[in-house]
């Protein structure tokens, strides 16, 4: 684990895959584990930073989920 920056510049613990795509980090708060955001970082197409602004928690799947469902499956 490393210590990378969100989008808001907010310090948190990094867990990362790398792959031959690319790394990809996600970020998460140092005492409390929530997740701040996330950093992606592939050849050719530079770094890109993503941060967690309204994170909520829900017991419901959002509505575009259902349509992802394979057929025949309970």
Known sequence: ???LKDATGKSGIAVTRV???GRESLI????TYVLLGG????P??????WSMT???IT????AWSKSL???NCV
């Open 1 to 3: 684990m490393e210590e």
């Open 19 to 21: 792959d031959n795509r």
């Open 28 to 31: 998460f708060d140092k005492t």
């Open 39 to 42: 950093q992606e970082l592939a």
């Open 44 to 49: 050719g197409r530079g770094r890109a930073l």
């Open 54 to 56: 309204c994170p909520q």
């Open 59 to 62: 017991d419901v799947l959002p």
């Open 69 to 71: 469902k394979p057929r």
